[in-house]
T-cell receptor
Framework: SQQGEEDPQALSIQEGENATMNCSYK?????LQWYRQNSGRGLVHLIL?????REKHSGRLRVTLDTSKKSSSLLITASRAADTASYFC????????????FGAGTQVVVTP | DAGVTQSPTHLIKTRGQHVTLRCSPI?????VSWYQQVLGQGPQFIFQ???????GRGNFPDRFSARQFPNYSSELNVNALLLGDSALYLC????????????FGPGTRLTVL
C-alpha cells in the first residue's frame, strides 16, 4: 500500500486561478517533499517541509503540513498554463532512511 | 552545474534480455537512489546507495541489482526482463540522505517487447 495519497486525482482550472491539492500519509515522517512532473519526464523538486515545520513558501507555492492529521497541502497561486503537470507528494519516514514513498499524483491542467 | 544525468534516454528490449541503466549524480552528491515509475503511477523505490554501500532496497525481485562506483555514479541492472518491467527508471541524488532533498534525473524509458 502507498504511504502517500494525493487528492484530487485530477484538477482542471483556468489561468489565474489557484490550485490546491492534498496529500495524506499513514505513518510518522521525517519530511515531506512535493515534486512536479511534466509529461512522463523527470521529477522537479518543488519544496521540502520537515516534520517540525508547519508552512513553507516558495514563489507562488505554499505548502502546509499537519502532522496530527498526517496531511499536507500544496497551493499554487495565480496558476499559469506552464503549471500543467502531475504533482506528487513523497514522504520519508524515520525507519526508511533515504527512501521516498510517493503517492499516485494529482494531474493538473491549466487552460489559458 | 550539471544536474543528474541518465543514459540511455530510451531503450527497447525483448523479454528475457538483460539491461544496464546508468546514472551520474550531481557533483558532490554521495547518495544515489533508483525508482521505477509505471505509467499512471507514482515512482516506486528500488535501491539506495551511499558511499558505495547499499543502504536500502525496495520490494523488487533479485533480478534487479545495482552498484555505485568510487566516483559515486551508479548502474541499475535488470536480468531476465519481463513485459512488466516496462517503465520509466528514475535516478535521484542527494549529498547525504535522510532529510536531504533528492534531485531527479530525466529518466530512462525502458520498453520490453
Amino acid at each position: 500500500s502507498q504511504q502517500g495519497e494525493e487528492d484530487p486525482q485530477a484538477l482542471s482550472i483556468q489561468e489565474g486561478e489557484n490550485a490546491t491539492m492534498n496529500c495524506s500519509y499513514k505513518t510518522s515522517i521525517n519530511n515531506l517533499q512535493w515534486y512536479r512532473q511534466n509529461s512522463g519526464r523527470g521529477l522537479v523538486h518543488l519544496i521540502l517541509i520537515r516534520s517540525n515545520e508547519r508552512e513553507k513558501h516558495s514563489g507562488r507555492l505554499r505548502v502546509t503540513l499537519d502532522t496530527s492529521k498526517k496531511s499536507s497541502s500544496l497551493l499554487i497561486t495565480a496558476s499559469r498554463a506552464a503549471d500543467t503537470a502531475s504533482y506528487f507528494c513523497a514522504t520519508e519516514t524515520a525507519d526508511s532512511w533515504g527512501k521516498l514513498q510517493f503517492g499516485a499524483g494529482t494531474q493538473v491542467v491549466v487552460t489559458p | 552545474d550539471a544536474g543528474v544525468t541518465q543514459s540511455p534516454t530510451h531503450l527497447i528490449k525483448t523479454r528475457g534480455q538483460h539491461v544496464t541503466l546508468r546514472c551520474s549524480p550531481i557533483s558532490g552528491h554521495k547518495s544515489v537512489s533508483w525508482y521505477q515509475q509505471v505509467l499512471g503511477q507514482g515512482p516506486q523505490f528500488i535501491f539506495q546507495y551511499y558511499e558505495k554501500e547499499e543502504r536500502g532496497r525496495g520490494n523488487f525481485p533479485d533480478r534487479f541489482s545495482a552498484r555505485q562506483f568510487p566516483n559515486y555514479s551508479s548502474e541499475l541492472n535488470v536480468n531476465a526482463l519481463l513485459l512488466g518491467d516496462s517503465a520509466l527508471y528514475l535516478c535521484a541524488s542527494s549529498y547525504y540522505s535522510s532529510t536531504d532533498t533528492q534531485y531527479f534525473g530525466p529518466g530512462t524509458r525502458l520498453t520490453v517487447l
